[in-house]
């Protein structure tokens, strides 16, 4: 049976709920900016997008800064509302991002928990600003032993290169005795198993999975990950 000194985890859709977020900060911000109101079906619509766009991030077909800003660009050219306001929308959505703190099965307990029995680092994707503001309100920054920002690293999960600074700078010596968390196949998993590490899937919603072999462990809930270690 695997021994884990160090945990990996990812934030949004693991640790913290992000649709919850996203979804308070979207429909606030179409109220400030004087675009109406934001429906369930358009917010759907715009996590549709997001989701691609973030998938040409992880290809490394895009950067950051254009993703960031295309998407809403996309998202209001198909609504109808001014594409210009693109740039101004998303520097507000960055902030706003971190207003809505929604923790995904008490992981705030379970990361206090943990404490003394593992090393628990942040790998994230997210942008320094949403994050940064995010883990001071969630207490996440207070908990854990290290956060690594892809902005900051200048890679983005899947990039082995992203992984190889983070081992860098935990002096890890053993990868078979650390773990990933996250519920993403192509980046936290992908990434994971670029990187040589164990993966473990946060699946809530019982989806599919194509790459089953890239999937060392796959959990429902995040208390489960308490029976890994």
Do not use: H
Not at 111 to 129: A, F, P
Request: hydrophobic fraction near 40%; glycine fraction near 8%; proline fraction near 2%.
């Amino acid at each position: 049976m695997d021994r884990f000194d160090v945990v990996l985890w990812d934030v949004d859709g693991t640790l913290l709920d992000f649709l919850a977020a996203e979804k308070a900060a979207i429909q606030s911000l179409f109220q400030e900016f004087g675009l109406g109101r934001c429906t369930d079906g358009m917010l759907a619509r715009y996590s549709e997008i997001n989701r691609e766009y973030w998938r040409k991030l992880e290809r490394g077909e895009m950067s950051k800064q254009q993703i960031l800003v295309k998407r809403f660009e996309d998202f209001f050219r198909e609504e109808g509302l001014d594409v210009l306001l693109g740039e101004a929308f998303n520097a507000a959505y960055q902030v706003r991002l971190g207003d809505t703190i929604v923790f995904c099965d008490d992981s705030k307990a379970l990361v206090e928990s943990l404490r003394g029995k593992v090393r628990q680092y942040v790998v994230s994707n997210g942008t320094v600003t949403a994050q940064t503001k995010k883990l001071r309100r969630s207490g996440f920054d207070q908990l854990m032993d290290g956060v690594f920002l892809s902005e900051e690293l200048g890679y983005e999960k899947p990039a082995i290169e992203f992984f190889d600074q983070v081992f860098q700078e935990i002096q890890a010596p053993d990868k078979n005795r650390v773990l990933i968390v996250g519920d993403s196949l192509t980046s936290d998993m992908e990434g994971g198993f670029r990187a040589g590490i164990k993966t473990c899937w946060y699946n809530p919603e019982g989806l599919p999975c194509a790459t089953p072999e890239k999937i060392d462990y796959e959990i429902r809930n995040l208390q489960e990950i308490k029976k890994i270690l």
